[in-house]
């Protein structure tokens, strides 16, 4: 099994349809570390996955820039979506119900360095990058303390990705 997967996302719907995909392997206890700079794509990911995972594609997902934290509710579980954005310190993140969240949901969080020691071991980290063009990303998942192998979820999500 790779280490790592990198995904050339030509436009938007690329975007889409892998958080769509990352989606379905996603349950409860699972941690999902959205990596990249301003503009790169970590909301956009973000709200496709959301919108998959609840079955919804019509759920208003906002930017949690300013709330810090969304939730919502799953097939796989109650999932919650942090911007960390405008965190300066750990610390903050105890106030957020950070704790229950990691513990008992799915955890989208953007801007994942500002966790600092709180961000699980366990994750999958998702690095949005620019891509060639101004509508092109390139994502590259990583498995992190053993995310998924008790399920097998990094080889089934590349194996659909194989399939694509």
Same mark, same amino acid.
């Given at each position: 099994?790779?280490?790592?997967?990198?995904?050339?996302?030509?436009?938007?719907?690329?975007?889409?349809?892998?958080?769509?995909? #990352?989606?379905?392997?996603?349950?409860?206890?699972?941690?999902?570390?959205?990596? %990249?700079?301003?503009?790169? %794509?970590?909301?956009?990911f973000?709200?496709? #996955?959301i919108?998959?995972?609840?079955?919804?594609?019509?759920?208003?997902?906002?930017?949690p820039?300013?709330?810090?934290?969304?939730?919502?509710?799953?097939?796989?579980? &109650?999932?919650?979506?942090? +911007?960390?954005? &405008?965190?300066?310190?750990?610390?903050?993140? =105890?106030?957020?119900?950070?704790?229950d969240?990691?513990?008992?949901?799915?955890?989208l969080?953007?801007?994942?360095?500002?966790?600092?020691? /709180?961000?699980?071991?366990?994750? #999958?980290?998702?690095?949005m990058?620019?891509?060639?063009?101004?509508?092109?990303? @390139?994502? =590259? #998942? @990583?498995?992190?303390?053993?995310?998924? +192998?008790?399920?097998?979820?990094?080889?089934? /999500?590349?194996?659909? /990705?194989?399939?694509?």
């Amino acid at each position: 099994m790779v280490d790592s997967q990198t995904i050339e996302l030509p436009d938007v719907d690329a975007t889409a349809r892998l958080a769509r995909m #990352l989606a379905s392997h996603l349950r409860a206890g699972d941690t999902v570390a959205l990596w %990249g700079n301003l503009g790169a %794509g970590k909301t956009e990911f973000a709200r496709a #996955l959301i919108r998959a995972a609840s079955g919804s594609g019509e759920i208003e997902v906002p930017s949690p820039t300013f709330t810090l934290l969304q939730s919502y509710e799953a097939g796989a579980g &109650r999932i919650h979506h942090f +911007d960390l954005y &405008r965190v300066t310190h750990p610390d903050e993140l =105890t106030e957020l119900g950070w704790d229950d969240a990691v513990a008992d949901g799915i955890v989208l969080v953007e801007w994942p360095e500002r966790a600092g020691a /709180l961000l699980p071991a366990t994750r #999958l980290d998702v690095v949005m990058e620019f891509g060639p063009v101004a509508t092109a990303r @390139r994502a =590259t #998942l @990583r498995p992190t303390g053993g995310w998924g +192998d008790e399920r097998g979820a990094f080889a089934a /999500l590349q194996a659909e /990705l194989q399939g694509e």
